[in-house]
């Protein structure tokens, strides 16, 4: 026997050759069934009456990402510093019969982060979905990479999603249930060549182990977190490496064709639902195929 399996077993206080209950006996902690104990519902896929705020809403992935929850039912809280861009997206749920209001929130501010999980708290009395997916994509060789690159990158995009995961994260471990997403990237498990971005990379793989951490140490709290990471996806974001290179990658991707951001969307309103229920702790890849080459 292991020396790691005789450490476990040592720790389970039961009498030498004591009968062991059968697995049908053993409690049904029916309230950890799913995030809110419905259960085995018709749909585990249903987010109604959700209260969920996404970071970085205003355009891209995060907008998509507003969009499908609300159509799940969620009250979407929608965020980010472009406030038109917010508004925006508000008004785009709405007219398709979905629930949100938008909040300015920069993500690198503690006492913003503190503010608004206050204000959702005041209004809503609780935070059921967190999405961290605010973040920039600074393009630069490591040679090249300033140490105000380097900052500004893991600022928004690493230190950022672990403050606000702790800030909201209370809450939901108080109120023992929460789903949290982290927008991470292939860019977290594979070097996305030939494009140079080695702290955006770093940053991303940060966020891949932080929510692994974050799900080890909430696992028996009812609250869940688990990060996404996409491939070349059709948002500003890839846009600005410039044309020569959304081609190159072009070819790098086993689908053939860029993903979509709504495609993201619909992986992590799968990850925040009670469908997911037994997730978290994982980096769920959404690349087209490119890390499989
Ligand atoms: N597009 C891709 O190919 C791709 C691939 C993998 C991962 N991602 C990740 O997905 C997330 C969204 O990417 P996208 O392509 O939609 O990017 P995007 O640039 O289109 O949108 C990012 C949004 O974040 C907001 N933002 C930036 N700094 C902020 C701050 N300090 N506080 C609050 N909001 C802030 C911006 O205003 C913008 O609305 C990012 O974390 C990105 O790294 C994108």
């Known amino acids: 026997m292991s020396s790691s399996k005789q450490r476990f077993l040592s720790g389970i206080k039961r009498a030498p050759g004591a009968a062991v209950a059968p697995l049908s006996a053993w409690p049904v902690e029916t309230k950890r069934v799913g995030d ?3 259960g085995n519902t018709r749909n585990p896929f249903d987010l109604t009456d959700r209260i969920a705020l996404v970071t970085g809403a205003a355009r891209g992935i995060g907008r998509a990402v507003a969009e499908r929850l609300a159509i799940q ?9 472009n406030d038109k861009g917010s508004a925006d997206t508000q008004s785009i749920i709405e007219k398709a019969g979905g629930k949100a209001e938008t909040m300015h929130f920069d993500v690198t501010d503690q006492a913003q982060i503190d503010k608004v999980c206050a204000a959702v708290l005041a209004k809503h ?18 040679l090249d990479t300033t140490k105000d690159i380097w900052d500004r990158q893991m600022r928004i995009n690493l230190d950022a999603v672990f403050y606000c995961s702790r800030t909201f994260g209370e809450a939901m471990v108080k ?5 949290i997403v982290n927008l991470s990237s292939m860019a977290a498990i594979i070097d996305v060549h030939p494009q140079d971005h080695v702290g955006y990379s770093v940053s991303k793989a940060g966020v891949a182990h932080l929510s692994k ?5 909430w696992a028996d709290t009812g609250v869940r977190v688990n990060a996404i990471g996409p491939g070349f996806v059709a948002t500003d974001m890839p846009l600005a490496a410039g044309i020569e290179m959304l081609e190159i990658w072009k070819t790098q991707i086993p689908m053939n064709r860029f ?21 978290t702790g994982q980096l769920i890849i959404a690349d087209g195929g490119v890390t499989i080459w």
């Open 175 to 179: 109120r023992g249930a929460g789903a």
């Open 73 to 81: 039912g969620a009250h979407i809280i929608v965020t980010d510093i």
């Open 36 to 38: 809110t104990g419905r």
């Open 259 to 279: 993903l979509q951001p709504y495609e993201v969307a619909n992986t992590i309103a799968f990850l925040v639902s009670d469908a997911a229920s037994a997730i």
């Open 213 to 217: 951490v974050l799900g080890s140490e």
């Open 125 to 142: 009395g609780r935070i059921d979905i967190l999405i961290n997916n605010a973040g920039i994509c600074l393009n630069a060789t490591a």
